[in-house]
C-alpha cells in the first residue's frame, strides 16, 4: 500500500502542470456557476436523483436518473423550466411527445415523472453497481436515521456527481490518464460539526477473489491521493468550499478512505485498514477503513465495519 501511495505522487508531481491547469479551469467554471446560476426548486420522485458532471457546470440543468440509468434532462431556459426525456422512454410505452422539449408542468412531463413514483424496477438499471449505488445514496440522504447517518454525499450544483482523477486505477495500480481518469464513486462529508471530514467512497457490487478488498482499498486510495494534491495546492480553498466546507483546510488533513462491498460468504482475508502517510506532502494521512453492507428487503442495508461507522455515528 505504502509503495502504491509513493507511486501515485511520483506520477502526480511529474505531470503537476497538466492537471493542475485542468482542475484549475473545472474549480474556476464551478465557481461562476454557483453565482450565474440559481439551483431550480423542482420536486422530483423518490426514485430519481439528479446527477452534474463538472464538464457540463456551464450548461444550466442536470440530468435525471433511474437507478443510475439517464432516464432524461431538465433544462433552464430564460427562467422557464424544460425536461426532456430520452428515447428510451419508448420502451415504457410513452409515446414519442415525451421524449421532445416540454414544460416542466406539461402533461407529458408529468405522466412521465409519474411513472417512476413508486417504481422499483432494478432491470431498468445500467449496471447492478449503479443500482446499488443509487440505492445507498438514497440512505445517505436521510438526515437523521439509518445506517449511514453522519455521512453525506458532496453534491455539485445540487446534484450528484462523481468526482474526476487523473488517474486509471481498475487494475489497482495507479496509470496517469490525463482527462481520461476514473471518477470517484462517492465523494462525501463524514463525522459531524468540528469533526466533520472529506472521505472518498469505493463502492462495488460484490465480492470476489479477483476484486477483494484489498484490491479495492488501492483503487480508493490512489484517487485519494489526488484528492489530498488538490488540498495541498495553490487551488485547494477553491476545491475545499466547492466540496461544502466553510473552515479553512486542516493543517493537519485527515481523509478517511472506505471500501463498501457486500459482505462476503467467508470472513475476507489480507484486507488493508490503517493509516497511511501521504509522501511528499505536508501533514497528510489517509485513513482506511472497511465497511460490509448486506441488503435486505424494502431496499434496506445493515452495516458490518471495523468499527468506523460506529465512531462517525457518535461524533
Known sequence: MIEIIKEACRQLEKNRQDWETRYKGYIENITAAEKKYAKPEIRLPKNLRRYKSISSVGKQGYDVRYAGQSIGEVK???????????EMSRKFGFSKETSKLNKWNSVEASNFRSYFEDCENEDLASSNERYIEQLLLNDMAKS?????????????LGAYFQMPTPFGASEATPHYAEDKGGGIDILARVGRRKGVKLCVIELKDEYTEREPQSHAMKQAAIYATFIAYLLRSDMADKWWKAFGFNKAIPKSLVIPVLTLMPLPTEK????????????????????????????????????????????????
Do not use: M
Not at 76 to 86: D, P, R, S, V, Y
Not at 144 to 156: A, E, M, Q
Open 76 to 86: 433552464l431556459k430564460k427562467g422557464e423550466i424544460w425536461f426532456q426525456a430520452k
Open 144 to 156: 437523521k436515521s439509518g445506517p449511514f447517518i453522519n455521512i453525506k454525499p458532496v453534491t455539485l
Open 268 to 315: 475476507p482475508e489480507g484486507e488493508i485498514i490503517g493509516s497511511f502517510t501521504v509522501n511528499g506532502l505536508d501533514n497528510v494521512t489517509l485513513d482506511c477503513h472497511s465497511i460490509y453492507y448486506e441488503k435486505l428487503d424494502g431496499n434496506k442495508f445493515r452495516l458490518i465495519s471495523d468499527n468506523y461507522t460506529d465512531i462517525i455515528r457518535k461524533q
